[in-house]
């Protein structure tokens, strides 16, 4: 829901973007196209909109788009000195970034420090100036049920600022506890003639909101006001749940190894929710004989996918996937989208016999006695292409080691080190070719034929 007042904050902004424009409708369209780099800037266009605004309409779109299209190089205030190159130098990078006002967004100046040319907040704004609207004051922020309203104060009747327009910006975080850290940056909400606004789209449970607004007129803006006191839209006594996740879908379906297959649950978040999504819990149950296994995994709001890895062949799976958000130290946990999937079956080889087998001792026993055998086959096929054997052997009650042991070889023969005499190994040797399991076993018991 975070994400959802900062969007719908944009989507306002891109609404009164609209709506300015269309005032204009036909100077709006020619400054696209020309300007683009002025769009998204509210500050330039509250100003060509105060501009404009005593003109006759059939001026109006003339004048708008001349407004739009006219270099603004001086912007009020003054270029902050001294302090430039103290402060952190992150923010004032040896940059060649403008040579006039005209290049930077908004309020901002051009300006020339030692090591650069850059654009910066201006300072002295807030003292008055001829020419301009003094800095509003929000003097009023309310809960109207549906709609948050904010009231800020006008220029004194006595000064003549010609016609004042206003941009209002909000910030916010959601929370029990007001904690200015976890503010999200300053977004635009709207641009207004009047200095009273309703806001429904901001009335959003369990949130702190503040707000500011800066007065425009065609020399430009004073600066935002100061933020606002910090307004908490109040959760009520009941706060619905996320809806289920959406698009719950199931991709890349494969085998990882003979054994296992693996798959990819992916989804987007929920239509609706009062709060953020805090997380999600993916279920997985899959039915094995009589017995019925659930898995439960967490992954984070930010990530929407989850691998399942080892999944069983010929196996039908259950998945479900449950947004979950807090609020202090309440969860609410939404309803559960879900899905099936069916895993592969498993691939059946019909099996084929490794001929040819023979093994003989080479060379003498070494001085523990132990034998070396040299273990050959005939060739599965002649193909040149990379392929190999696999070999286990065992040996089988001679107190030797309980594990098989087991090597891998390209060539139809492997050489067997420091067997037991007189005890007899198990030995099998495997490979899959041309959709054929081959396989070959037999017992050895090493003996050294003494002359
Ligand atoms: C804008 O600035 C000019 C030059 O300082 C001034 O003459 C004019 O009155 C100002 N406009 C308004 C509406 O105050
Ligand atoms: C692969 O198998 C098919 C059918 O099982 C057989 O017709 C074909 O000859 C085999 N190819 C080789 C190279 O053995």
Redesign the pocket.
Known sequence: MLCRVRSSSVSSLQRYLVLSTAIFATAAAAAADAVVAFVGDPVRDARCFAKCYRQIAAEQPKCYSGCLNERWINKPGECPVGDLDSVASLDRPCLEQCNSDDFCHAEYKCCRHSCGITCQQPVGLANHRPGLPDVPNVVAVSDYGKALVVEWSAPFPGTSAGHVTYLVQERHHVGTAYVPERMTTWAMVTRTDRTREQFRQLHAPGRWFQFRVAAINENGTSGYSPPSEQFFVDIGPHVDPPGPPQDLTVSSLKWTNKEYQQCVLSWTPPAESVLPVRKYKVFISVRDGPHVYHKRNVVPADILRFTIKKLNSNSEYFLQVQAISEFGRKRFAGQKASTTLKTKGKKILNTKEITGIKIVVIGDPDSRNLINARLSWRPV?M?LKKFHYTLSWSSKDCNDESKPLRARTEVPYFDLFSLKPQCEYFIIISTTF???KYVGSFNFTPTVLKL
Do not use: D, K, R
């Open positions: 096929t193909t041309n959709g054929s």
